[in-house]
């Protein structure tokens, strides 16, 4: 085992801490007295052992009054999702097994040794994946204890042991810097705060903006005017003009006063369906459009509505505008945690005001089922919440959701009634809701749902053939895989009539629901991504099939099924979008009707063109790169930054220098340190004239493994998603033949207006939708005994207080440096009272500048 003086060090510290934190004084949960026991979980190093394994240390201590013996009993928890641990190197009092996905059994052996009140066992938990975070830390232990045939479902106190800065380095390669107050002081000191013009003012960037004179009072508004062509689109106005200034306007068919804003359906002659025409004068507002022209018109001018505490008129402009790309979308993962409708709602209405277009709905995983679909009620029954697991059919508990589930986060489905409500409210909004359910992997649910529907029938004395109509597996496969996710159960099988019986009742069913919503369901997505190795090898239906079909492998199975669905699609009359992996198996697919996700850009490990090849390929391509647009991943690499980092960490200024059509014309960090620079992509496949056709936006993603609330999504997706939004509307800022300075050049020039936008305006904005968004903390600096700060987005307030005091937006706003005589806390506040994280120093630490 490779361990030097700080791996000791650590442990040695490990003991250090769980003493100081009292463990003993601590209150435990009780069950009628029986049971008070605590869990401690202390990460402790990554990079350990000469398998590269990260080290962790579970305490399971008694706090009770009884003896803790070694009974019936099994502890359950989840562990950081994606990785495995070393079930033989937990010591000899317990075992403990995966049972699948990132769930793990803990039990007693024979060696366990009884607990007395106050008395622990400490386990040592190897991870083959580095834990740098707070959100890496196990969750959702439970008890399960049998007393002579009951069983009963214990909840124990949980703490997290605390995780320092260093703890942030994922292995002695690992460079990458992890950033505190004194680097955000230097990175923010690039910014000066600007007066906003009116294009400044609004997200996305217009093409086109022609100041004028004089100016349009929003509070002498008296009429909106339309007809019946546009009145759909006067009443969304209407109802922004009631939220902005609290007016309730008439929609009348001709102006019967001054001071009104007309809609004309009619189309502005740009490039794009979506062009609308802005034009603000002294008396008169009018906008021009086609249907979603207008509604991008209206948001537009609903961009430039007066925000708490600005004057009420606006600046006479003209603006002409119109989209880069036909395709800005968001992916939203409902599947690993749930979100509620009104959340959905809440979210649509940002992307809406945002002029984002398309909602990927990932509604299904191996973790949950989130779509009420009347012709398979088993799939709602079973994978709309997770328990123990009872059954081969149960959805066991993912992500620290416990042994019932949690309502809300873990549990919870959208109705057929919920689905058509968020369709309405969408298309309204101009965006359209692509449903994803994920297959042929990720597909438990799915599998369980149908195998038990199957069970079912039959005892109800249907036949097997009725029965076993939608059946997605084989009963005798003997295939040994693990997915990503650490399933061994989550692949339908091709080789089967039955799966693909399945596949089209999906696509009839979402039409139906579609059809009673009155809007045309135009694409679905069938996933299509992290097929394991190793699947339907043993399968005697795959032999078989591939025997009668002349395929030579496995691979080949992939294939034929990709092809099969595909046809499916067309016939069905609805395009199919699948994520890319999908062409690692399927030779010969055909471009028609299929749309590809191309996400897997990571920096440094070759597959950053793979979305360029597609698009050369002739296939239609949206850009879903995690290196930028992935959500999940953190901002930053801090502890206490939550989100994944597996594909880079992606703060707001990530998102924004993102280039779609020139990924190799800059340089890019790479996620254990260092840089990919131009020179070393010039091999890398650039976009052709037909690859570039093929381009059809780009789409951020929103993974939910680490969502417990939707205050946790929105701090994830807000700002990011602003800066998407300006990506996938705003035409290019690269001229031909330009690289890497002259490129950043430009970048830093566009960021200061876009971070000033955010903090004078768009946070304010979106705290009075009540939306909640990652306000940075502050950067600080410290010489000569006196502290300076700064933030990342001018035009919010720094304030700070003594430590032991409340820190509010009343404390003292800090306007110059100020002398560092004890302990202080600084923090960044909105126009609202909402803050960032708090810093702390004090005159007794050791700080220096950073130069």
């Not at 800005?328 to 709602?345: C, S, W």
Request: proline letters at 3%; hydrophobic letters at 35%.
């Amino acid at each position: 085992m490779k361990v030097d003086l700080t791996y000791q060090m650590r442990i040695f510290i490990t003991f250090l801490v769980l003493g100081l934190l009292g463990l003993n004084g601590c209150v435990g949960t009780k069950d009628n007295g029986k049971h008070d026991i605590l869990i401690h979980w202390q990460q402790v190093g990554n990079d350990v052992n000469e398998k590269g394994e990260s080290f962790a240390q579970l305490t399971i201590k008694n706090i009770g009054k009884n003896t803790f013996t070694k009974g019936d009993w099994a502890l359950y928890f989840n562990n950081k999702p994606c990785t495995n641990l070393d079930v033989n190197a937990i010591g000899d009092q317990v075992s403990i097994k995966r049972i699948n996905g990132d769930f793990f059994e803990v039990k007693p052996t024979e060696k366990f040794k009884a607990l007395e009140k106050g008395e622990s066992l400490v386990l040592d938990l190897y991870t083959n994946s580095a834990v740098i975070k707070y959100t890496d830390a196990a969750g959702g232990f439970y008890f399960l204890f049998k007393n002579k045939g009951k069983e009963e479902f214990y909840t124990p106190a949980y703490e997290v042991g605390k995780f320092t800065p260093d703890m942030a380095v994922m292995s002695k390669d690992d460079t990458y810097e992890v950033e505190n107050e004194f680097i955000r002081y230097k990175n923010n000191a690039k910014l000066t705060k600007v007066e906003l013009t009116t294009a400044q003012k609004i997200i996305p960037t217009p093409i086109q903006v022609i100041e004028g004179k004089g100016g349009f009072d929003i509070a002498l508004i008296k009429e909106i005017v339309s007809n019946s062509a546009t009145n759909k689109q006067a009443e969304l106005l209407q109802k922004y003009i009631k939220e902005s200034t609290d007016k309730d306007i008439a929609i009348v068919d001709k102006a019967t006063s001054d001071h009104y804003i007309k809609l004309v359906n009619k189309r502005v002659n740009a490039p794009s369906k979506e062009a609308y025409q802005l034009d603000i004068k002294e008396k008169e507002i009018t906008i021009q459009g086609t249907e979603k022209g207008l509604v991008y018109g209206i948001q537009s001018l609903r961009a430039l509505l007066p925000l708490k505490g600005e004057s009420s008129t606006i600046k006479s402009v003209s603006i002409k505008d119109y989209p880069r790309f036909g395709y800005r979308g968001f992916m939203m993962d409902v599947a690993r945690n749930f979100q509620t409708k009104e959340t959905i709602l809440n979210l649509l209405d940002v992307m809406g005001f945002y002029k984002m277009n398309t909602l990927h709905f990932h509604l299904t995983d191996d973790e949950g089922w989130r779509i009420e679909l009347e012709k398979f009620p088993e799939l709602i029954e079973l994978g709309s919440k997770r328990t123990h697991p009872t059954s081969p059919y149960s959805t066991i508990p993912s992500y620290g959701s416990g042994a019932k589930g949690i309502d809300g986060v873990s549990n919870g489905y959208y109705s057929k009634e919920d689905y058509i409500e968020i369709l309405k409210y969408a298309e309204a909004r101009n965006i359209e809701i692509i449903p994803e359910v994920d297959i042929p992997g990720h597909a438990r649910i799915a599998i369980n749902a149908m195998s038990y529907r199957a069970e079912k029938l039959l005892k109800e004395g249907k036949s097997p053939e009725e029965a076993n109509k939608y059946l997605l597996n084989d009963p005798n496969d003997a295939s040994e895989y693990s997915s990503v996710q650490g399933f061994d159960d989550n692949t339908i099988c091709p080789c089967q009539e039955s799966s693909y019986n399945f596949i089209e009742a999906l696509v009839t069913e979402f039409q139906s629901i579609y059809n009673e919503a009155g809007v045309p369901l135009e694409t679905i997505h069938f996933g299509g991504d992290e097929v394991a190795k190793g699947v339907w090898e043993k399968s005697p239906i795959c032999q078989e099939f591939m025997k009668e079909n002349n395929l030579k492998d496995v691979e080949a199975i992939k294939g034929y099924y990709a092809l099969r669905i595909a046809k499916m699609a067309k016939k069905n009359k609805v395009k199919l979008q699948l994520w890319d992996d999908i062409l690692h198996h399927a030779k010969g697919m055909s471009p028609e009707n299929l749309t590809l996700n191309a996400w897997d850009n990571s920096w440094g490990v070759g597959t950053e063109d793979f979305g360029y090849k597609r698009a050369n390929q002739g296939y239609d391509v949206i850009l879903t790169s995690v290196s930028s647009l992935y959500f999940d991943m953190a901002y930053t690499k801090e502890v206490d930054e939550p989100g994944f980092y597996w594909g880079d960490y992606n703060d707001t200024r990530a998102v924004f220098n993102y280039l779609p059509t020139h990924f190799f014309d800059i340089d890019h960090k790479l996620r254990l340190g260092g840089v990919l620079t131009v020179e070393e992509m010039k091999d890398k496949e650039r976009l052709t004239k037909k690859g570039l056709s093929h381009i059809k936006g780009i789409q951020g993603a929103m993974w939910a493994e680490t969502l417990k609330s939707s205050d946790r999504l929105e701090y994830m997706i807000y700002p990011k998603m602003l800066a998407l939004a300006e990506r996938g509307w705003a035409k290019s800022l690269v001229n031909k033949g330009e690289q890497g300075d002259a490129i950043i050049k430009k970048l830093d020039k566009q960021w200061n207006v876009f971070a000033n936008a955010l903090g004078q305006r768009e946070f304010n904005r979106l705290a009075t939708w009540g939306r909640n968004y990652r306000i940075p903390p502050v950067g600080l600096q410290v010489e000569d005994n006196k502290v300076s700060a700064n933030i990342a987005y001018p035009g919010l307030t720094i304030r700070y207080a003594k430590v032991g005091e409340e820190l509010t937006n009343q404390s003292p706003e800090f306007t110059s440096d100020i002398a560092l005589d004890g302990n202080y806390q600084f923090a960044a506040f909105d126009a609202l009272g909402n803050h960032g994280r708090v810093i702390s120093v004090s005159e007794k630490d050791n700080l220096t500048t950073m130069k």
